[in-house]
């Protein structure tokens, strides 16, 4: 299929092409109170500025719900469900077309289209969506093998429950930050002798990045009620780029017995951009093979709900050089969002509109593929040249790291996420 052609000028190899279209939230300086956007190449369509002039004018379905796109996040629309998000979707692709059946809602329509349409660089992001909730699972197969070797030895790298479930812990929602947020070196407490079991209060010597995928919900649960693995995809929304910062040696000395807390907590990077589910349906696929067959409510039955995306990260050092440390893909993932939306509420937890669940560090197979420094430096043991000569086994203040991501092949038809990035401050200093 040729790529859609739209009568705006795009760069083709523009992560928002006209096959994307996904959701975000804005402000500028004549509009400041945060509304959503959709991206469209490097511009912005300004949801709120096209709504007021009428814009949805030929769409009936929307019009009673037209507040949404007033809202300061994306939650009362995400909340109208996914066919009202295709609606929406394919009707302003329609608008955006070439040869679209609706020249006049834009396109021949000066005096909206100069209102309604902004560059993004004159944009300030803000969080996509009101986040109630935030799980972070652990489906990187590669990565759980990787971690349990350097700790526990090739025989007993997986525990006994890895390939039955979607193993998670829960999050902490008020850390997630939208991308371009700096995230400050946590203090905790650390041992610096294994062998002396007292800790010290420290900054984190050994701070790391987590390549990671999260997925929105739009649609609630009620307490009580499992959502069913064929209904579950019908519950989310869209995908973003994830960076779950990590504090490795905080969480060497607290993770037991209740797994991490402190080391986890301080700091979530996503993406500003919601990519939509339906978006992402072309590039739909199936993920690593589990060898063992999965309880019935956990089933997909071959179903394709992982996704095609090409992942990379950047390491740029505080001499402005940049060094590509990982590239992947996101089919490297045991589980499914449908999967761990079902396992996360088979014991009757609800989920909220704007719940968001972290998929785990998504690793390859091969060296260049690790998604976190923790597997890269073998937990400190091996150096990581970069392109500048400098040498990291984990961050250092001063250091961003930048995850993009993108779906297709063909130029013109590429649907991306933009940039998940952000930049390591120095730690507080602590009173004692």
């Not at 590669?142 to 525990?159: C, D, E, K, M, S």
């Not at 390859?364 to 043991?381: A, I, T, V, W």
Request: charged share 20%.
């Amino acid at each position: 299929m040729a790529p859609l052609k739209s009568w705006l000028e795009i760069d083709s190899g523009s992560h928002f092409s006209l096959h994307n279209l996904p959701f975000g939230i804005i402000s500028t300086t004549s509009t400041p109170k945060p509304h959503p956007a959709v991206a469209i190449g490097d511009q912005v369509l300004d949801l709120q500025i096209f709504t007021e002039g009428n814009g949805f004018a030929a769409l009936s379905t929307i019009q009673p719900h037209q507040a949404v796109f007033s809202r300061p996040t994306l939650n009362d629309f995400a909340a109208l469900g996914r066919p009202m998000h295709r609606v929406v979707r394919e009707y302003l692709q329609t608008v955006l077309l070439e040869d679209g059946p609706f020249p006049g809602v834009l396109k021949e329509n000066t005096s909206l289209r100069d209102n309604a349409l902004i560059a993004q660089k004159e944009c300030h992001m803000h969080l996509p969506m009101h986040i109630t909730d935030y799980t972070d699972f652990y489906a990187g197969l590669h990565h759980a093998y990787n971690v349990g070797v350097l700790f526990r030895g090739p025989q007993n790298a997986l525990q006994p429950n890895y390939k039955h479930l979607p193993v998670g812990y829960h999050g902490r929602a008020s850390s997630v930050v939208v991308s371009g947020t700096p995230i400050r070196r946590p203090n905790g407490q650390i041992l610096t002798d294994p062998a002396v079991k007292e800790p010290i209060l420290s900054p984190c010597r050994k701070l790391d990045m987590e390549l990671e995928l999260g997925c929105f919900v739009c649609k609630p649960s009620a307490m009580g009620e499992p959502v069913s693995i064929k209904d579950a995809p019908e519950h989310l929304f869209g995908v973003v780029l994830m960076n779950d910062w990590s504090a490795r040696d905080i969480q060497a000395w607290e993770y037991v017995p209740l797994g991490p807390f402190n080391s986890k907590n301080f700091g979530t990077t996503i993406s500003p951009w919601v990519v939509l589910i339906d978006a992402l349906e072309p590039f739909a696929s199936t993920g690593l093979q589990n060898d063992i067959k999965p309880l019935a409510y956990l089933d997909e039955r071959e179903r394709k709900s992982h996704y095609t995306i090409d992942l990379s990260v950047e390491l740029t050092t505080d001499s402005g050089n940049s060094s590509t440390i990982c590239k992947t893909t996101a089919t490297n993932l045991l589980f499914s969002f449908p999967q761990m939306l079902a396992h996360h509420t088979v014991g009757g937890c609800p989920f909220n509109v704007g719940d968001l669940m972290g998929s785990g560090t998504i690793s390859g197979e091969g060296k260049s593929g690790k998604g976190c420094l923790l597997e890269q430096s073998e937990n400190g043991k091996v150096s990581i040249r970069l392109s500048d000569g400098q040498e990291r086994v984990f961050l250092q203040d001063g250091d961003e790291v930048t995850i993009t991501g993108v779906c297709g092949g063909e130029e013109g038809a590429y649907v991306g996420f933009g940039k998940c990035s952000g930049k390591i401050l120095p730690a507080m200093e602590i009173a004692t």
